[in-house]
T-cell receptor, first 112, second 118 residues
Framework: NAGVTQTPKFRVLKTGQSMTLLCAQD?????MYWYRQDPGMGLRLIHY???????AKGEVPDGYNVSRLKKQNFLLGLESAAPSQTSVYFC???????????FGPGTRLTVL | AQKVTQAQTEISVVEKEDVTLDCVYE???????LFWYKQPPSGELVFLIR??????QNEISGRYSWNFQKSTSSFNFTITASQVVDSAVYFC???????????????FGQGTTLQVKP
């Protein structure tokens, strides 16, 4: 099993550009999450999904959109990137809501 | 409010020393889950352990051990006979229970950077 994978690993954007980060898991997990990690801020939840076709806002959702069209995929979109969105983005998944979350390798995004 | 505090920002030890990473949490819920994750220099987050609030048994896994004490709201992590490969940032996390506004959310501490010198 590949576990949780993320595409791309690195990306540089200009302010105003858009992009989509892809997260895929092959563990048949129901729950999926997107976090961002910033120095001194720890990890913060952006959006999450409790199953195929569902999404919900986390604690820092502004400027991001998500979709969960297939159970194994969770997409994070930035419609108009801003320098404040420069961060490392982690996707995670868990089998049930109380189970441990398994994380992907992260995507390092820089917005100039 | 839920909160996780890892007061030790950085710890430096010499190989083979034992080291304890502290984690103190705050929550009003009676049911909750605690986790430890390791983030090595390569950047990925590696799950180490999950503990629920009803299980106060300490756990040992090889050189790793965890001491959960509800009376002091602490979930400390000890590495015995540390090795250079243990060098990483270690995060303690608290899981917000179902029914709150952020279901499934993990509240992370700020992390403790452990450096093990040869």
């Amino acid at each position: 099993n590949a576990g949780v994978t993320q595409t791309p690993k690195f990306r540089v954007l200009k302010t105003g550009q858009s992009m989509t980060l892809l997260c895929a898991q092959d563990m048949n997990h129901e729950y999926m999450y997107w976090y961002r990690q910033d120095p001194g801020m720890g990890l913060r939840l952006i959006h999450y999904s409790v199953g195929e076709g569902t999404t919900a806002k986390g604690e820092v959702p502004d400027g991001y959109n998500v979709s969960r069209l297939k159970k194994q995929n969770f997409l994070l979109g930035l419609e108009s990137a801003a320098p404040s969105q420069t961060s490392v983005y982690f996707c995670a998944s868990s089998y049930r809501r109380n189970n441990e979350q398994f994380f992907g390798p992260g995507t390092r995004l820089t917005v100039l | 409010a839920q909160k996780v505090t890892q007061a030790q920002t950085e710890i430096s030890v010499v190989e083979k020393e034992d080291v304890t990473l502290d984690c103190v949490y705050e929550t009003r819920d009676t049911t909750y889950y605690l986790f430890w994750y390791k983030q090595p220099p390569s950047g990925e987050l590696v799950f180490l352990i999950r503990r629920n609030s009803f299980d106060e048994q300490n756990e040992i896994s090889g050189r790793y051990s965890w001491n959960f004490q509800k009376s002091t709201s602490s979930f400390n992590f000890t590495i015995t006979a540390s090795q250079v490969v243990d060098s990483a940032v270690y995060f303690c996390a608290l899981r917000v229970p179902w029914g709150s506004s952020n279901t499934g959310k993990l509240i992370f501490g700020q992390g403790t950077t452990l450096q093990v010198k040869p």
